[in-house]
């Protein structure tokens, strides 16, 4: 994770994951090395005032196997301000990288670029679901950005995506809509779905926790986000690469 040079706003969201540990400005003596997993074990043994004083806001969300990026704040505050970005959808800008095994717009019309406008709703019959249903019948409008990103364009890019089997793309997604699942279903609908999926796509694979299976990992990644600071005003970007 980059995290930019320490302020002495020590109360604002960009000082949260660095004042816990995190990235190479640790204002604390746990060193930035720490997991998610240490840091939370170590709150739970220093106390109810430690713990308060690093107490975590949630502000989004990541579907629970996709890797990447999040923003979280330290105080209400931040969180309120935060959170009303993520709401207006305004200065909030999201981008995702995805690997997919076929993708029809540019394997057979080598088209580049283009938008995905499905409206989707949750499943009737399957509870943790999600279906691309129309307006009329209660879909929730839902756009998808996408476009081939670079390092596909005229390769073989099966190693990138962590298959040895079959070539693979990687596509950069912006969805202008957050619905659950959306670019999951997006991608299943136009192609083959996300490699390493376990409910859309082609070919949905049993959802394991063991990472040494790697075609057992969802290739969906948060790759850049960007907002804005919640005091200051000023426009932040963040950058996070892709695991495999």
């Known amino acids: 994770m980059n995290l930019p ?23 604390n003596n746990h060193g930035p090395s720490e997991t998610v997993d240490e ?8 106390g109810k005032a430690e713990s308060d004083k690093f107490k975590l806001h949630v502000v989004h969300r990541l579907d629970c196997q996709t ?8 105080n209400p505050d931040a969180a309120s301000v935060l959170c009303e ?29 283009g938008k995905i406008d499905l409206p989707l709703a949750a499943s009737r019959t399957e509870r943790i679901k999600w279906e691309v ?3 009329d019948d209660g879909g929730k409008p839902s756009l998808t950005i996408w476009k081939v990103h670079e390092s596909s364009i005229g390769t073989n890019n099966e190693k990138e995506c962590g298959s040895n089997n079959d070539e693979g793309l990687t596509l950069e997604l912006n969805p ?8 999951r279903i997006h991608c299943a609908s136009i192609g083959s779905g996300i490699i390493g999926d376990s409910l859309y796509g082609d070919d949905p694979i049993e959802f394991v926790e063991d990472k040494s299976q790697e075609m057992s990992t969802l290739r969906l990644h948060a ?6 600071h919640p005091k200051n005003g000023l426009t932040l970007s963040y950058e996070s690469a892709k695991p495999w």
């Not at 840091?39 to 220093?46: G, L, P, Q, T, Y």
């Not at 200065?91 to 076929?102: E, F, I, S």
């Not at 790759?223 to 804005?228: A, E, G, Q, Y």
Request: net charge positive; glycine share 6%; with cysteine.
């Open 133 to 135: 249903r129309s307006i």
């Open 176 to 183: 202008m809509t957050g619905r659950t699942h959306q670019l």
């Open 5 to 27: 040079t320490p302020t002495n706003d020590e109360e604002s969201a960009i000082g949260q994951l660095r004042l816990m540990g995190f990235g190479d400005y640790a204002h």
């Open 67 to 74: 890797s990447g990026i999040m923003v979280v704040a330290r």
């Open 223 to 228: 790759h850049k986000l960007t907002f804005v």
């Open 39 to 46: 840091v939370k074990k170590r709150i739970s043994c220093e």
């Open 85 to 113: 970005q993520w709401r207006e959808r305004q200065t909030v800008k999201k981008t995702y990288l995805a690997c997919v095994k076929r993708w029809p717009p540019y394997h057979d019309q080598n088209i580049q670029e």
